[in-house]
């Protein structure tokens, strides 16, 4: 929905070049081309705005974790690029990360990462020289990853049965609907939707760790 407010918002934004408030824009087939120039002007600004969310891929994406169609395309953006239903939904973005190119250190070091001096171990131990060709260590690298994804989620579940004991939040639970009428903190699982989040960071250096390695 366009209105004389977007092109303000955007106008103000290009002008002041700050970097609060975040500046986002969800777009859709058959935007106004005054529209698009806008957002060339902003990005050209280098301030990084605005983040951009094609609304067909954000709506399905919402609908996948089961969401109505009508509930999911009212989505706002929660930080950078996190989408949540304004609330309707209980949405705790990175409560775990996982680092891609950690992965690597550990595996040529035998679970020891070296900069941070501490031992992680592997779910399988291989030794580099003993590993014939590139696709058995990417099929390694690919199998402790999903382990470790999986640990990763694992954590998540006993984290998730503590926060509302230990980190109650009910400010938040008072702007919620359905923490009220349910008697529930919005960490509890009071919220129409309850979906969290898994960060991954380095994707694009263990892309290039992979295709160094292979050379």
Not at 57 to 68: E, L
Not at 145 to 156: C, F, G, N, P, V
Not at 160 to 183: A, H, N, R
């Amino acid at each position: 929905f366009v209105n004389d407010l977007t092109y303000l918002v955007m106008e103000s934004t290009r002008k002041l070049k700050f970097d609060q408030p975040l500046i986002d824009f969800r777009y859709t087939d058959g935007m106004p081309e005054r529209l698009w120039n806008e957002v060339v002007e902003l990005i050209k600004t280098g301030t990084g705005f605005p983040g951009i969310f094609y609304d067909p891929i954000h709506i399905r994406a919402k609908m996948s974790t089961g969401q109505s169609e009508e509930d999911a395309r009212n989505y706002a953006i929660i930080g950078c690029v996190e989408t949540g239903l304004p609330g309707h939904e209980y949405t705790p973005t990175e409560l775990v990360h996982l680092n891609w190119p950690k992965l690597f250190e550990l595996m040529f070091n035998e679970g020891h990462a070296q900069m941070q001096d501490f031992y992680a171990p592997l779910f399988e131990n291989k030794k580099l020289d003993e590993i014939k060709d590139f696709d058995e260590f990417y099929n390694w690298f690919k199998s402790e990853m999903e382990q470790y994804t999986a640990l990763a989620m694992r954590s998540i579940d006993y984290i998730e049965t503590m926060i509302p004991w230990c980190f109650p939040t009910p400010y938040l639970s008072s702007l919620m609907v359905g923490c009220y009428e349910k008697g529930m903190d919005v960490t509890g699982g009071a919220c129409r939707y309850n979906n969290t989040g898994v960060s991954t960071c380095g994707l694009a250096t263990a892309v290039d760790s992979l295709a160094a390695i292979k050379k």
